[in-house]
């Protein structure tokens, strides 16, 4: 059981605002941080890791006090049992994909052997000896979230894990991202900015704005792309479509197509 | 070949490699603290700390000269109270070259560090390694071609002392009489052919270490690529 409610002033696009968030968190659970950008998701995940100092407010991670601003406590960044995964994956470049998890795991008993297990699990064991500039975007994802378990944490934060990712290397590392949650038994918060990603892994979502909570509850899948029909009035010189659609309503468009043709269009909700 | 060619130039190296190993060792906390203090004094800090490169080194040996005295306070507590009389001796010009070699070591060692993503040292705290851990495993190995560079513009640049040495030390043979003053005292009396000794030495010395130095960085910058 995770329970927080934290405060810092942010500075926005908007002008200073109050990030002002408070929850609960089940264990196992997996919760997806959403909102544009300057909405203080980043802020409130570095908090809960302990990288950014709160002003004000608590965290209580499974009875132990990690912050309190009344009693004036304070859990560094090293002694919480968390792995945080970094939007730039912040591999350590002197070192090799094995002993970046090497570095992680060490101390621990059986370090040696988890380290092998998850090479295996994330599909990196034919790029252990690799350093991290020679890998792909995708495979330094995967390094990160190992690196990341490596420490066998039970928290786990991801800062936009996925977003500079490809679609199909996306969904890839989604199912992985879902698999290892489950498998290490995980509280796990993730911020993403993708509905269809939070759809699929997310049992809660909490969308901020300008740090304070606007919607928290189950996620919403989104909608399915939606078609409509609609005829080619003019070809534009450059080369764009002005189109007619049922109803009446004109529209421009890009495409190629035949004057008087009838074409089915692809409507885009953003 | 002058008549103390060989004890000048080890003097000269062994000014130079002492400077370089101290300054590596008192240079990187100074180098660290400035490059993550939110301080308003940091302005202040930096400015001591370049201050050698704007001022005459007659300048910094002269004040120098003056502190080691007994005229002043700290010259008599280092001499009565520490038996150190600096002027006119070879830890005396080892201090003048570290206070003139100071910038030439921290501002390398601070740009490293600057130039690092602060990404590296959080995702070490999130992995449990303290500072000292994570300074020693990830800072430092990933800023090699920094302290390199520090290291080398810090030697060669003692190499090439000469103000700072001259006012502190004078020009002992064996104590404090380094190549670039040797040079200046062969010229003085008129010996070229000798001047010339010192003089193609340091020429030689300074381009193999700029050689090494753009070998190794190339090489590494390959190495971490």
């Keep these: 059981m995770i329970e927080f409610h934290l405060t810092k002033a942010l500075h926005t696009a908007a002008g200073p605002r109050t990030l002002d968030v408070a929850l609960s968190l089940a264990p196992g659970e997996l919760l997806a941080l959403s909102g544009p950008s300057g909405a203080g998701k980043t802020t409130l995940l570095r908090m809960l890791a302990g990288l950014t100092r709160p002003d004000a407010g608590f965290l209580r991670v499974e009875g132990q006090l990690w912050y309190d601003h009344a009693s004036r406590q304070w859990l560094p960044p090293q002694r919480r049992p968390l792995g945080f995964v970094f939007q730039d994956y912040a591999l350590f470049p002197n070192m090799t994909v094995r002993e970046n998890l090497n570095f992680a795991a060490e101390g621990q008993s059986g370090a040696k052997q988890t380290v092998g297990e998850l090479l295996e699990l994330l599909e990196l064991t034919e790029l252990a000896a690799r350093r991290p500039a020679a890998l792909s975007g995708g495979q330094q994802q995967r390094v990160a979230l190992a690196r990341a378990l490596a420490c066998r944490p039970r928290l786990l934060l991801l800062d936009e894990p996925l977003s500079a990712l490809d679609l199909p290397t996306r969904q890839r590392l989604q199912q992985a991202l879902g698999e290892v949650h489950r498998q290490f ?23 901020l704005d300008l740090g304070q909570v606007r919607r928290v509850g189950p996620p919403v899948a989104p909608a399915a792309p939606a078609t409509v029909r609609g005829r080619v009035l003019a070809v534009l010189p450059n080369g764009r479509l002005r189109m007619q659609l049922p109803g009446g309503t004109e529209v421009e468009v890009n495409g190629v197509a035949q004057l008087g043709e009838e074409i089915e269009l692809s409507v885009v909700y953003q | ?30 180098a660290y603290v400035l490059a ?9 800090a930096e400015a001591v700390v370049s201050l050698p490169l704007v001022l005459p080194p007659t300048v910094i040996g002269f004040y120098l000269l003056l502190a080691f005295s007994d005229s002043t306070a700290l010259g008599r507590f280092l001499i009565e109270k520490l038996g150190l009389s600096l002027n006119f001796s070879f830890p005396g010009i080892l201090v003048g070259s570290l206070v003139y070699s100071l910038p030439f070591m921290v501002q390398p060692l601070q740009a490293g560090f600057q130039q690092l993503p602060r990404s590296l040292t959080e995702a070490a705290y999130t992995l449990g390694k303290s500072r000292g851990t994570t300074l020693w495993r990830v800072l430092l ?6 302290l390199l560079n520090g290291a080398v513009l810090t030697f060669a640049h003692t190499l090439g002392e000469f103000g700072v040495v001259l006012m502190i030390g004078g020009n002992l043979p064996g104590r404090t009489r380094v190549a670039s ?7 003085q009396s008129l010996q070229y052919d000798q001047a010339n000794a010192y003089a193609g030495t340091l020429l030689a010395v300074a ?19």
């Design chain 2, 207 to 225: 381009f193999a270490i700029l050689v090494g130095l753009y070998w190794f960085s190339k090489k590494d910058a390959a190495h971490l690529s």
């Design chain 2, 141 to 146: 190995p990933n800023m090699k071609p920094a």
């Design chain 2, 1 to 30: 070949m002058p008549p103390d060619y060989w004890q000048t130039l080890r003097l000269t190296l062994a000014l130079a490699s002492c400077t370089t190993a101290l300054l590596l060792v008192l240079g990187l906390p100074l």
């Design chain 2, 36 to 44: 993550h203090s939110r301080s308003r004094l940091r302005p202040l």
């Design chain 1, 185 to 207: 038994k995980l509280t796990t918060v993730l911020i993403s900015h993708d509905p269809a990603e939070i759809a699929r892994l997310a049992d809660r979502v909490v969308e």
């Design chain 2, 181 to 187: 003053i040797a040079i200046y005292d062969e010229v």
